[in-house]
C-alpha cells in the first residue's frame, strides 16, 4: 500500500522534532513537515484549512467543536503546555494584587486565545476576579491591526473595546493607558520599562502552588487531523497518536542524558527532576483520560467566558481511536 503524501505543520519543539528530522515515523504516512510560529498555523489552519496534521489552538478547536465540527479531528496530543500565572502583566504602580484589577482596563490581543481562557479561569477560581470585573481593550501585542480570527459573543457584562486606531496594548501598558495584560508572549516592550511587571511577581512559585492544589497543568494546543483525509483513512488519528507520543517519548529520554545536555540552558536535568517529583514521572501527558480533569476545568470556562455556545464534554474534542490505547 502507498503512503500518505501529507503535509505536517507543528512548532520547533524539542517534542516535535523526532517527527520533524524522520526518527519516529508515522505509520502509512510520507510527512511534508514545516515547522512554523502557532499564529501562521492557527491563522492559515482555521482561514483556509491548510495543512493535512497540524497544531491547533484548543481554544479555537473547541469553539468549532460546540459548533459541530471543524475542518480538522482532534488528536489528544498537547505539544503545547504552560503554566499562565506569567501571561499577565500589570502597571506595577497601580496594581499590587489580582483584586486590584477589579474595575481596570486590561489589554489582550483576542478574546478567544487558550492562553487567555486559562489566565481569566486562575484570576476568577483564585482570586474572585470575574471576567465582568475587568474592561477589556482588544489589539495587538506589537501591532495595532492584530484581528480576531474566529468572531465571538461576549457574555453579558463582559465589555470589550478596541485599541485606539494605531496603538499596540503593548504600548498602552508603557504609557499608562491600560492597568494590565494578557497574552500568551510578553509585551513588545524593552526589558525593564518602568512599572510594567508581572502581576504574580514570582510566577513559577505561584503556578507550582496552583499546580498542588488544582492537579492541572495548563493544555494550549493539541493536533488536529484534516477531517476529509480521515473520512477516507479512519486508521490515521491513531498513528498519528501514537507517532506524536513516541516523538515526546524521544524528547524526554533527551533530557534526562546528562552526558551532554540537550539544551543550552544550566541545571536542566536537575530541573526535569524537580518537575517528575512535584507533578510525576508523566508530567507532560498525552491521551484523554490522563487529561480529563484539565480539560474539563478549560471547558467549563470556555463555555462561561462565552466562548462555546455550549458546555462540551471532553471526549467530542477527539476522534474515537484516540480515546484509548493498546496496552501489552
Given at each position: 500500500m502507498a503512503k500518505l503524501n501529507l503535509s505536517v505543520a507543528v512548532g520547533p519543539y524539542d517534542r516535535t522534532r523526532a517527527l520533524i528530522d524522520g526518527t519516529v515515523k508515522i505509520d502509512g504516512v510520507e510527512p511534508v513537515c514545516m515547522t512554523l510560529p502557532p499564529e501562521e498555523i492557527f491563522f492559515r489552519a482555521l482561514r483556509h484549512?491548510?495543512?493535512?496534521?497540524?497544531?491547533?489552538?484548543?481554544?479555537?478547536?473547541?469553539?468549532?467543536?460546540?459548533?459541530?465540527?471543524?475542518?480538522?479531528?482532534?488528536?489528544?496530543?498537547?505539544?503545547?503546555?504552560?503554566?499562565?500565572?506569567?501571561?499577565?502583566?500589570?502597571?506595577?504602580?497601580?496594581?499590587?494584587?489580582?483584586q486590584d484589577l477589579k474595575g481596570k482596563k486590561v489589554?489582550?490581543?483576542?478574546?478567544?486565545?487558550?492562553?487567555?481562557?486559562?489566565?481569566?479561569?486562575?484570576?476568577?477560581?483564585?482570586?474572585?476576579?470575574?471576567?465582568?470585573?475587568?474592561?477589556?481593550?482588544?489589539?495587538?501585542?506589537?501591532?495595532?491591526?492584530?484581528?480576531?480570527?474566529i468572531k465571538v459573543s461576549l457574555p453579558p457584562g463582559v465589555q470589550m473595546e478596541?485599541?485606539?486606531?494605531?496603538?499596540?496594548?503593548?504600548a498602552l501598558l508603557a504609557e499608562g493607558a491600560i492597568d494590565g495584560f494578557i497574552a500568551p508572549r510578553a509585551p513588545a516592550l524593552p526589558r525593564n520599562t518602568p512599572n510594567v511587571g508581572y502581576l504574580f511577581p514570582d510566577p513559577i512559585v505561584a503556578a507550582q502552588d496552583y499546580f498542588k492544589r488544582t492537579g492541572i497543568f495548563p493544555i494550549m494546543h493539541l493536533v488536529g487531523v484534516r477531517r476529509t483525509i480521515v473520512e477516507q483513512h479512519p486508521w490515521l488519528p491513531a498513528a498519528v497518536f501514537k507517532a506524536f507520543s513516541q516523538a515526546k517519548d524521544v524528547a524526554l529520554e533527551a533530557l534526562e542524558d546528562a552526558s551532554a545536555s540537550k539544551v543550552t540552558l544550566p541545571?536542566?536535568?536537575?530541573?526535569?527532576?524537580?518537575?517528575?517529583?512535584?507533578?510525576?514521572?508523566?508530567?507532560?501527558?498525552y491521551g484523554l483520560e490522563a487529561n480529563r480533569k484539565t480539560l474539563e476545568n478549560f471547558l467549563k470556562h470556555h463555555h462561561a467566558q462565552g466562548l462555546s455556545s455550549r458546555l462540551v464534554k471532553p471526549e467530542e474534542l477527539f476522534h474515537p481511536g484516540t480515546h484509548e490505547q493498546f496496552k501489552i
Open positions: 484549512t491548510e495543512f493535512d496534521i497540524c497544531e491547533l489552538s484548543l481554544s479555537s478547536f473547541t469553539l468549532k467543536t460546540s459548533q459541530g465540527g471543524g475542518p480538522y479531528v482532534g488528536v489528544p496530543c498537547f505539544v503545547s503546555r504552560a503554566f499562565r500565572h506569567n501571561a499577565i502583566w500589570v502597571r506595577t504602580d497601580r496594581i499590587k494584587k489580582p489589554g489582550l490581543p483576542e478574546w478567544q486565545l487558550t492562553a487567555n481562557v486559562w489566565a481569566r479561569a486562575v484570576l476568577e477560581d483564585d482570586f474572585g476576579v470575574k471576567s465582568s470585573d475587568i474592561q477589556w481593550v482588544r489589539g495587538g501585542i506589537a501591532s495595532a491591526d492584530r484581528p480576531e480570527k478596541d485599541a485606539p486606531a494605531g496603538k499596540s496594548i503593548s541545571f536542566m536535568e536537575e530541573r526535569v527532576a524537580e518537575a517528575r517529583a512535584t507533578m510525576g514521572d508523566d508530567f507532560w501527558s
